[in-house]
């Protein structure tokens, strides 16, 4: 499994996760997205689809629905879940496809908990001064529980410099580009196949061929 993880809301996680889902549907994956965020969840919403079923489902894996603008990516919503289902749902999701884990901001249980269960974190920043501190931060919480930083996202930028690397402690950051349309755009979806080449997501499960 793979954390996507940042500060607060407007950074960039739900689209990233998205778009690295996207860039392993283009490999013929079947990456499946997971809301973890149960008090502002959006990942229904950037997906289109509903919010039920979703992570209180009986069987999570089979809730999860096509994402309506990602041909081959599957998105399990947050639903109405509370911290104890969503506990359950990431024991009971697969070992053998791609999961990426759409996590809450902050430094509580509720964002430590799918970090947890996470082999890497992509952490999901802006430039501004409060968004990178709120990375450097997520970035210590990920490797307290064993899960550290692989790579970084920058939203909305062309390009940044070593300085955040090094600050944010990570092998990579990759840019993406302010475009309309983040998850399709080309400039955006060649920044989301790059970064899921840095995370090493392919690695993370063996999947199965799309038909």
């Known amino acids: 499994m793979l954390a996507i993880a940042g500060g607060k809301g ?3 996680k739900t689209t990233t996760a998205l778009g690295v889902a996207g860039a ?6 079947r990456p499946l997205v997971v809301d973890c965020d149960l ?11 509903d919010r039920d079923p979703g992570v209180d489902a009986p069987d999570p894996e089979a809730a999860g629905r096509k ?4 041909p081959g990516v599957d998105v399990l919503p947050a639903g109405d879940a509370d911290g104890d289902d969503l506990a359950a749902a990431l024991a009971a999701l697969p070992a053998d496809r791609p999961v990426l884990l759409d996590c809450p901001a902050g430094a509580s249980e509720a964002a430590a908990r799918p970090l947890r269960v996470a082999d890497a974190t992509v952490l999901v920043t802006t430039l501004g ?4 501190e709120d990375a ?18 920058v939203s909305r930028e062309p390009s940044v410099t070593d300085g955040l690397r ?3 402690g990570v092998s990579e950051c990759v840019a993406v580009p302010d475009v309309p ?21 392919d690695s993370f499960a063996g999947g199965e061929a799309q038909t």
């Open 129 to 132: 001064h409060e968004s990178v």
């Open 136 to 153: 450097v931060k997520t970035a210590a919480m990920a490797r307290a529980v064993g899960t550290a930083p692989c790579v970084a996202a």
């Open 166 to 168: 090094a600050a944010l």
């Open 10 to 12: 407007g950074s960039g």
């Open 39 to 49: 008090d502002a969840p959006n990942l229904h919403l950037r997906a289109g689809v």
């Open 24 to 29: 392993l549907a283009q490999r013929r994956r």
């Open 181 to 201: 349309a983040p998850l399709t755009a080309d400039a955006a979806t060649a920044a989301y196949a790059r970064l899921a080449d840095a995370a090493g997501a």
């Open 67 to 70: 994402a309506a603008a990602l």
